[in-house]
């Protein structure tokens, strides 16, 4: 019969690991879940006093300020909450491998392998591991061989796949009421007993019928298919928004149009700079290595197209502004509002912002970047890593980062809309325009600014999909 899950341990405190166990403790008083990771600042971060987490999350603080000390913790003692745990949650990084086999395409599995074999090191008793990471298909088949070559005599593993599907800046309200949770495992009886035991814990807040169990390696590649998908929906709208801009159709309607079309559906359809976050790019790519892996060069070569896409439209919008602006913009002052990959995070990973900036620095344009919640020191660390053989003085020079919209826009030539913070939409367009050189330039790449209302105060507006002048 499945095990009553009493004890969790959850490897990685990071936009994963962090939100989920968080939600999991507040919702199942009865479980003590402790979240460890190797990071002491880290750890520290989410055990500070005032709340001063990691990551911004909106609600998490409000989630972690109800279960913290009653039955969440946070530790960096990884081999003595691996013991107590009867359920383990592997929830560590799966970067793209920068070099060797695969580079820039294959996952790195180092930080899988080396929690795994840690949980096979110090167990006593018997453990259901959960793989949580987005990982290639076939990873869990690792974790399983890896622990049951390095177990003690009696302590039995299964291995279950338990892929998330929160994304970051709804993470709170994506995992109060998910879609669906999806368990993969061996369809052994001990594998399935093992899978009920996880989905009995989601069943503390989540309807029965929305815990899907499948097969293990279904599981993992419904992870890779779900985030593929998602983007090749930007990737569509993305190419349609070229055609728009060259003909004067509108994206807004075109894709208001198709949305409604019930087999398609409205949501993931709006036109931007180009997507970003850790797992769109990331997992395209995995899917990609994994089809040639298996030998199915077609199939790669049209997955790879969705990131090509994606390169493509975050150029054709730097390549936009630089036309704009007279065919030069060395030496003008543009301001980027927001750095984030998305509205509601601090997360910068991918972010078309830093392509963006990056391109305006290739040109010798001065830019000003305000953002509301990335930090100052991180936006230097991505701008270093986009421009690697750049001084970062050199950079420095050109870049400027400030701490208001107002601030940023102040006597600029240009202002780039590159992260849809709503926060953008309450500037006083009109004080803006009176300070700036004529003519005055807006991009939006977000789709996010009332076009007809600066035209009317005098500027020339970009948007993303919109053909000419609006
Ligand atoms: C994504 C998936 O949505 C989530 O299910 C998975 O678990 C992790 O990856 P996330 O990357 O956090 O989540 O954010 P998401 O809202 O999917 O946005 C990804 C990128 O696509 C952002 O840069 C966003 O701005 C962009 N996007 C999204 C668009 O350009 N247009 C859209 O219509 C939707
Ligand atoms: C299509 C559009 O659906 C319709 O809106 C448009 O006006 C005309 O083109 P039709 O070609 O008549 O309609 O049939 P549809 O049901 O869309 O099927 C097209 C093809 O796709 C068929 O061969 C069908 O078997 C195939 N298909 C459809 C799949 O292989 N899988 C699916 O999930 C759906
Ligand atoms: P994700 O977005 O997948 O959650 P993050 O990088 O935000 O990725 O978080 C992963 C976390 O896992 C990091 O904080 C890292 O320190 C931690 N980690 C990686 N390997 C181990 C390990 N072997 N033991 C404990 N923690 C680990």
Redesign the pocket.
Known sequence: APVQVKKICC????????PTCAVIALKCPHITVTI????QA?VDAWNSKDFDLP?YEPGLVDVVKQARGRNLFFSTD?DKAIREADLIFV????PTKKSGVGAGFAADLN?VE??TR?IAAVATSDKIVVEK??VPCRTAESMRTILEANSKPGTHFDILSNPEFLAEGTAITDLFSPDRVLIGSLQTESGQNASQALAAVYANWIPKERILTVGLWSSELSKLAANAMLAQRISSVNALSAICEATGANIDEVAHAVGFDSRIGPKFLRASVGFGG?CFQKDILNLVYLSESLHLPQVAAYWRQVVEMNEYQKSRFSKTVVDTLFNTITGKHIAVLGFAFKADTGDTRESASISLIRDFLSERAYVTIYDPKVEVAQIWQDLQEACPTTPLAQIQKYVNIVHSAAEACEQKEAIVIATEWKEFLDIDWQHVYDLMTKPAFVFDGRLLLDAEKLTKIGFTVKTIGRGGRV
């Open positions: 490897i990685g405190a990071g936009y994963v690991g962090g460890v990771d190797l990071n880290r990551i990884v929830s560590v990084n799966t930080y080396s929690a840690r990471s987005t850790s």
